[in-house]
């Protein structure tokens, strides 16, 4: 730390005057210029500005009676890389959106990794489940018409490398994820627009907490890409991603809300068979 740095303070009149300033309209880079001009050290204005406007926003959701928010998975993209080093592979950084937290990776898993993991999936494929928030049960689903399997965390020495490679991307322990769900879709099969966490207000939801908490983040990995159609979706901000084998798309939800944005689903398959590995994130540690 400079001395500058040692010896400027954020204020709680310093942070009034930031909330100020965006409730008024001026934009972020303005804010910062105008405090680094009447002497602010800038790694000082840009972390004051950061957590007020967090401080901010998260004061404000709840006072609309939203749930606070809780931490979530964030890769380290502060100075905007490239390439990811995920411990065995160097991932690429092909797309970010900040709200939704939406990022694009490309080259998560290797071609063969993709074939391997589907070989071992496919004897043990049935009509997919989802999670029966009425009951904390499972329950087949109208909505989701492909067919799948989970496995157990560490099953495998290909799913120990791929979860030890995830926890490195997204920076979030691997104890505090569910096991890795293999779905399959033939033309025809969707996946209907929904939330992944599980909704506060039906009555087995509860129950489901108590084993690692919300989930907060969701990884889905493309192994075996369809000819046309079955983008993954996110219909409030008209984003589809395309599933490219060996790329990902991951997301976020800080809290169980739709006003995280993450309404998403799996589009109709349209020409050829679309295979993914879905990896959910936990709050805690999920056993
Ligand atoms: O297959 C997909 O693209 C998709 C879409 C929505 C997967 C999931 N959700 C999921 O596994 O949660
Ligand atoms: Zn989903």
Redesign the pocket.
């Given at each position: 730390m400079s001395s500058t740095q040692a010896t400027q303070q954020i204020t709680p009149e310093l942070r009034k005057w930031i909330v100020a300033q965006a409730e008024a309209g001026h934009a972020a880079e303005a804010v910062l210029k105008s405090m680094i001009a009447s002497g602010w050290n800038e790694d000082v204005a840009v972390d004051a500005m950061e957590s007020t406007l967090r401080e901010h926003l998260e004061h404000q959701a709840v006072q609309k009676g939203l749930p606070p928010g809780v931490p979530v998975p964030e890769p380290r993209l502060e100075e905007s890389p490239l390439y990811l080093d995920a411990g065995d592979r160097q991932v690429c950084v092909l797309q970010v959106m900040v709200n939704p937290r939406v990022i694009v990776f490309g080259g998560l898993l290797s071609d063969a990794e993709c074939e391997q993991l589907i070989d071992l999936a496919k004897p043990r494929m049935a009509r997919s489940l989802t999670v029966a928030t009425k009951t904390g049960g499972e329950e087949v689903n109208a909505d989701r018409t492909?067919n799948g399997m989970f496995f157990q965390r560490g099953e495998h020495p290909l799913v120990r490398t791929l979860e030890e490679r995830i926890a490195l991307l997204l920076n979030w322990p691997m104890e505090n994820g569910e096991g890795l769900?293999i779905?399959h879709?033939r033309p025809g099969t969707e996946?209907k627009?929904?939330y992944?966490y599980f909704d506060p207000a039906e009555p087995g939801t509860p129950t489901i907490l108590k084993r690692g908490g919300q989930r907060v983040g969701?990884l889905?990995m493309?192994l075996g890409e369809p000819d046309k159609g079955?983008?993954?979706?996110f219909p409030d901000v008209n984003l589809e991603?395309a599933?490219k084998r060996g790329n990902a798309?991951f997301f976020s939800y800080d809290r169980a809300h739709p006003s995280t944005k993450t309404l998403?689903?799996?589009?109709p398959v349209l020409a050829g068979d679309?295979w993914?590995a879905?990896k959910?994130l936990r709050e805690r540690r999920f056993e």
């Open positions: 492909s769900q779905l879709y996946y627009p929904h992944d969701t889905v493309y079955g983008g993954t979706v991603v599933p798309v998403h689903g799996g589009s679309k993914i879905t959910w």
